[in-house]
């Protein structure tokens, strides 16, 4: 008997992803970095040719950030009443809180494009295999 050793695109694929995955997966503790830290780390790895090698990273870093800005928005909130302000008329939006939607939103498109890109091409195996 012989085996088939040969690889398809598909499997090389995702031998390639998970490969990548483990080199970005660096156990970064970003509980640690600044709000302007964890976007601009956002944007680095959201340039990865294989979005969703750093997808992981990118949710917890998106995790942080919201705790991060939630404890903010409650330290400022709390200034706010104890400077006499009522607390329901305050109304405070992050300065970064913008810039980092727009980040993430760029990295959600990202993956909706490339997994397009993957169901085109699995057509396309299929089609062929037929």
Partial sequence: MTENTETTPLEESQNEELTQ?????????YNEHSLEEL?????????????????KEVENIKSV????????????KAAFTEAGGVEEEYDYAHPLEKSFKSAYNNFKNKKASYREEQDKRFASNLKIKK
């Fill in 21 to 29: 995955e483990k080199v970005i997966a660096e156990n970064i503790d």
């Fill in 65 to 76: 950030f919201y705790k991060k800005l939630a404890l903010d928005k409650a330290e400022k």
């Fill in 39 to 55: 976007i601009e780390k956002m944007a680095a790895l959201i340039s990865a040719e294989k979005i969703y090698t750093v997808a």
